[in-house]
């Protein structure tokens, strides 16, 4: 009796579990997942075109030192901000100095020559010449007298006479016996014999040859006098001149020199490289290297390439936000300053360069590193927005999925996307003119007003028949998916 009883409410409760899971199974209703919305805001639109390149310094100038020799000054470091002007390092220069000390003196002596040149044709030269001049003539004058024929031959004659007039003084002293007149007759007789013998030498020929003597005296004080009436001579200045641009140029040269040996900031600049250190003797290879401060205080740029499809939007002065991969949050700025004109192909792909000053650098920017670039070709400010994901598109129209009712399901909740409790079909599409959009919001010319609701991703409908279920209203929209209702295990 009792395992009848027993039987029976076993078989009852089958055939209620049964019957029960045969109504959830047949009997099921859709369940339908709510839409995402969000509000229609103001808020700015940006077109960009990302980009990726590499961060350098837009000019670099090397600086060396002329001529080798030990560093006694260095006045920098690497990063440090130099003015123009400013001494960065020096090296020894006491042999330079006494280079420049000897050329100058060289150019001195060259100098003096050259005013000594000039000083020779004064007018005390001038009459001294002219003096010179007028002695000469008086002498080819007498030279000429001296050589007529006819006072030779009485020159002769007379000096014949007073040699035999001496003769006879001499021959009466001896007679005398005095020996002092002797002497003196003597003596008488032998300048007389001198006279004779010049008389006869002179009309021999030596008297000619004075006169020939006497007349290239004058032609010679003749040349100095017309020497001194023209001057120095080209030639003689020319020389002189050249000596002393010589010695200039060598003096120029040691001053360079010397010069050299200390090198300035020749603008306003960063150091990018010292170089250099402290008492070291330099090489061919020792520099120190700077970059010019532009205008905007930053010596940076990012150079980057852009695809041909892309390229025809970017300008000159288009604004560039400039990140790191390593620092996304910190951001510099700068703009375009260069866009090539000639492309460059590889494998098929064609690119161009394009050069972004940086105008405002974060503290993390440096030369060497790859940067990340959104340059700005369109923007749309203080505009109402819809997210991009709205946009929703029925046949040629473009428009949104507002909610019914829309002011009503949106008590209470901000400005951001949310989960709407509306159902698919509680949805109206509304056309709207669209502008510019950057693929996470677009612009709303018409059609909407700020705090409008509309549906950014449409809900879907499912049943305990399948795993997934869609529903979308207008073209275009989103999908999401709900997890499906399953059947309950069977016992």
Known sequence: MNKKWV???????????????????????????????????????SKVITATGTVNFPHSIPLQFSNNGQVVELNIKDGDTVKKGQVLARIDDAALKTNVVQQQANLTTAQTKLQSLKDGYNAQTKAEAQSALAKAQQSLSTAQQ????????????????????????????????DASSIQSAQNSL?????????????????????????????????FKVDKQGAGPTAADLQAANASIAQAQAQLDSANAALAEATILAPT??????????????????????????EGTGSSLEVAATIDQADIAQVKIGQKVDITLDAYPDEHSSGIVSLV???????????????????????????????????????EAKNVLTVPSEAVKTRGT???????????????????????????????????????????TN??????????????????????NKAATGGFSLGGGGNRAATGAVGAPPRN
Request: glycine share 10%; net charge negative; no cysteine.
């Open 7 to 45: 039987s029976i409410g076993v078989l009852s409760v089958l055939v209620l579990g049964g019957g029960y899971w045969g109504y959830t199974k047949f009997t099921a209703k859709p369940v339908v997942a709510a839409n995402i919305t969000a509000k229609a805001k103001i808020g700015d639109v």
């Open 146 to 177: 001296n050589a007529d024929p006819v006072y030779l031959s009485n020159q002769v004659l007379l000096a014949n006479q007073n040699v035999n007039q001496a003769s006879d003084v001499l021959a009466k002293a001896q007679q005398s016996g």
């Open 190 to 222: 032998n300048q007389a014999l001198s006279e004779l013998t010049t008389a006869k030498t002179l009309q021999n020929g030596g008297a000619a040859q004075a006169l020939v003597a006497a007349q290239a005296d004058v032609i010679a004080a003749q």
């Open 268 to 293: 306003d600049a960063v150091v990018i490289d010292s170089g250099l250190q402290l008492y070291q003797y330099t090489t061919d290879n020792s520099m120190i290297t700077i970059t010019p401060v």
């Open 340 to 378: 090539a004109l000639q492309g460059t192909t590889t494998s098929n792909v064609t690119t161009f360069e394009v050069t972004v000053a940086v105008e405002q650098a974060s503290d993390t920017l440096r030369s060497g590193m790859n940067a990340n670039l959104n340059i700005i070709v369109e």
């Open 397 to 439: 129209e473009k428009g949104v999925m507002v909610v019914m009712g829309a002011g009503d399901n949106t008590a209470g909740k901000d400005d951001s996307e949310s989960q709407s409790g509306t159902q698919p079909n509680d949805a109206q599409f509304i056309p709207v003119e669209f502008g510019l959009d950057d693929g």
């Open 442 to 463: 677009v612009e709303v010319k018409s059609g909407l007003t700020e705090g409008q609701e509309v549906i950014t991703i449409i809900g879907t409908t499912a049943t």
